[in-house]
């Protein structure tokens, strides 16, 4: 059995997603962000930058990973299936995958705190991250344009960018215009494993679209900047 230590982020739905994909069985353990559970001593013995998503497979002697796309590759790699094994299938695969690592998701994280959750409005902040945010969304859409999925078959490249391409309206990147885009993201959500992965443990961009209060939200973010 393996223990997922998440919360409901892009990064967490990584791991959550790739799992239902992959029908591995789990049990999620919940991490309140807010309230600091991922900085206390228990979690930082599996995740020493204190970050979700980790994982700990019982199948392994209790083996501990973090990096939400380390994780991913080891549940593949488990698995057999979402990452090919020849080598130049394998590195299609994780070049998009370390695009997102290395792109979208910081550049959307950025944009995440200064338009939601600082205090003051820094606009030249804003505008520089939500548009390197739109930028990586058009380098998405031209690969798009050529393939159906980011790298030949569907795999852990699409489910990581699209963990993230999802929350664009949080971020408040347009992604107007981007049609083959538009036409992934709504292809992988309506894909069963990935309706499970994204409320896995709960969904508050969900929420939100339902006129829930996002003051709550927007609160716990800003004490996370400070984590």
């Not at 393939?147 to 078959?153: P, V």
């Not at 709960?202 to 209060?213: G, L």
């Given at each position: 059995?393996?223990d ?23 049990e999620?353990q ?11 001593p228990?979690f ?12 700990v ?7 501990p ?20 094994t020849?080598?130049k ?7 998009w ?26 606009q ?7 548009n390197?945010?739109?930028r990586?969304f ?8 050529r ?7 569907y795999?852990l ?15 408040g990147?347009?992604?107007e ?12 959500a ?6 499970r992965?994204?409320?896995?443990p ?12 996002t ?7 800003r ?5």
């Open positions: 059995m393996i997922l230590y998440t919360a409901p982020t892009p990064n967490g739905w990584k791991a959550s997603i790739t799992l239902e994909e992959l029908e591995l069985p789990y999620v919940v991490i309140d962000l807010g309230n600091g559970d991922q900085k206390k228990d930082l013995r599996l995740n020493p930058n204190g970050r979700i998503p980790a994982i497979d019982g199948d392994a002697d209790d083996f990973i973090f990096e939400s796309g380390a994780i991913m590759i080891y549940l593949a790699e488990k698995a057999g299936r979402l990452l090919p020849d080598t299938g394998r590195s299609r695969v994780i070049q995958l370390m695009f997102q690592m290395g792109g979208v998701g910081p550049m959307m994280g950025q944009a995440n705190a200064f338009f939601r959750y600082f205090p003051e409005k820094i030249p902040a804003i505008d520089r991250y939500q390197e945010s739109r990586l058009e380098v998405l859409d031209g690969q798009l344009a393939s159906e999925w980011l790298a030949g078959d795999s490249a699409d489910i990581a960018n699209f963990s993230w391409v999802r929350i664009h309206g949080w971020s990147v347009s992604v215009g981007l049609d083959h885009l538009q036409r992934w993201t709504t292809a992988i309506a894909r069963p494993a990935v309706e992965g994204v409320n896995v709960t969904n508050p961009v969900a929420a939100e679209s339902k006129d829930r209060d003051s709550k939200l927007v609160e716990s973010g004490s996370m900047l400070q984590r």
